[in-house]
């Protein structure tokens, strides 16, 4: 039985696709650039966490209605026929009390 040696040379040209490159290097980019990028991604992250978190923690708090949303019925006065707005106790023409 012979025993064949292979050169260095040899063995590296065979494995070369087995060679593991860095992550950033596999996107065209350097170092920094790579690590910018991940800090970028990552910061996106915890802050679409952090505002999902809050939406769903919020209380939800009764807003005033405007006057202008306000239904004001219109009555009028038993005496004199004037338009009253209502819960008038008083006519603000004449001044007969409502009942």
Same mark, same amino acid.
Request: overall charge positive.
């Given at each position: 039985?012979?025993?064949q040696? =292979?050169s ?7 494995? %070369?696709?087995?060679?593991? !490159? #860095?992550?950033? *290097? ?19 992250? =915890? ?8 939406? %769903?923690?919020?209380?939800? !708090? #009764?807003?005033? *209605? ?29 001044? %007969?009390?409502?009942?």
């Open positions: 039985m012979t025993t040696w =292979v260095t040379n040899e063995f590296e040209s065979t494995h %070369t696709a087995y060679r593991q !490159i #860095p992550a950033y *290097a596999a996107f065209g980019m350097n170092d920094p650039q790579f690590l910018m990028l991940a800090g970028f991604v990552i910061l996106i992250l =915890v802050v679409g966490i952090l505002v999902i978190f809050v939406r %769903t923690r919020r209380v939800a !708090i #009764p807003r005033q *209605a405007k006057p202008s949303q306000l239904k004001m019925e219109r009555v009028f006065c038993i005496n004199c026929g004037a338009r009253l707005p209502s819960g008038s106790r008083f006519c603000g023409k004449c001044g %007969t009390e409502q009942t």
